[in-house]
């Protein structure tokens, strides 16, 4: 198994992962959410990543997962 | 207005990092679960910042108590009795929740299909369409030996199958703190397996996608 040493990349994927958890998952009340979303931006952010990917997840594009963050803050 | 990062369980102290807006934490007991709030003039907007100050919180949380149920950003009352009211109907089946995540993280795996896979030309209308399913079937079946082989050392699992496009497979595992490694192991020997397509693995996480019971 090869692992993106790209860490650009890798921290754009986590702040995507940790968005689409913070926003979309979790335990919701009695519906009593209101959500407002300012520009979430993608920047580094210091956490663990775990693994991985083959060579091909460093031909992934910066947009690509611009876009998945569109779709997980959508 | 009140806002609730998760819940852990009674009885349980503030752990000790700021909140949204360098906000101090609280603690709100309602029985057996006991939410993390901070305190705001106004309801928080989810900015970048304030989406990684909220997940540092159920992070440190966690360190803490060994066990929380993070709450969806967003969610805020007017004042304590708001809180109390929304939690109690559902207080005993959070504390039931946090028995079944302790001593657990998440995992999160997305599989991602090469681009520009050769697409075939759509034909007549009926064989296009038997090609669309056929596809589907594929990837279905695709996602599922992937998802097998890591869903067996997990405690619980959610996963989604993308139809088209290159997203293959979204999925969150619930893996005890003792089957990690195997977990990180088939990860890696699935990777492996399947080199055109690209993994992507993130954790550990606390249990985001589990905080609600199935």
New interface residues.
């Given amino acids: 198994m090869s692992v993106t040493t790209d860490t650009s990349l890798v921290e754009q994927v986590t702040l995507l992962e940790l968005v689409d958890r913070v926003l979309n998952k979790g335990v919701v009340l009695t519906g009593d959410i209101t959500l407002s979303v300012a520009g979430v931006d993608l920047v580094y952010v210091g956490l663990r990543v775990l693994l991985s990917s083959v060579d091909t997840l460093d031909r992934i594009e910066a947009e690509r997962v611009e876009q998945l963050l569109a779709e997980a803050v959508a | 207005v009140i806002h609730v990062y998760?819940?852990v369980a009674t009885p349980a102290d503030a752990p000790g990092v700021d909140g949204l807006c360098g906000a101090p934490l609280e603690t709100v007991q309602v029985g057996p679960v006991t939410a993390l709030v901070s305190r705001h003039d106004e309801?928080p907007?989810?900015?970048?910042e304030a989406?990684?100050r909220?997940?540092r919180v159920v992070e440190a949380a966690l360190s803490l108590t060994g066990a929380v149920?993070?709450?969806?950003?967003?969610?805020?009352?007017e004042d304590d009795e708001?809180l109390s009211r929304?939690?109690e109907p559902?207080a005993d089946a959070?504390h039931d929740r946090l028995g079944s995540v302790r001593g657990c993280c998440e995992?999160?795996v997305r599989v991602?299909l090469?681009?520009n896979e050769p697409t075939p030309k759509p034909i007549g209308g009926g064989e296009y369409l038997r090609q669309r399913l056929r596809g589907r079937d594929e990837r279905a079946r695709l996602a599922a030996s992937l998802h097998g082989p890591l869903g067996e050392v997990a405690r619980e699992s959610t996963h989604r199958v993308g139809d088209t496009g290159?997203?293959l497979l979204q999925a969150s595992f619930l893996v005890p703190d003792d089957a990690r490694e195997e977990f990180?192991r088939r990860?890696?020997r699935l990777?492996?397996e399947?080199?055109?397509?690209?993994?992507?693995?993130?954790?550990?996480?606390p249990p985001?996608?589990f905080?609600?019971a199935a």
């Avoid at chain 2, 149920?69 to 009352?77: D, E, I, K, M, V």
């Avoid at chain 2, 399947?194 to 996480?205: D, K, Q, V």
């Fill in positions: 998760g819940f309801r907007e989810a900015t970048e989406v990684i909220h997940a149920l993070p709450a969806r950003f967003g969610t805020g009352y708001a929304a939690v559902r959070l995992f999160g991602l090469p681009e290159t997203a990180e990860l890696g990777a492996e399947h080199g055109r397509l690209a993994f992507i693995g993130t954790g550990p996480w985001y996608s905080a609600e």
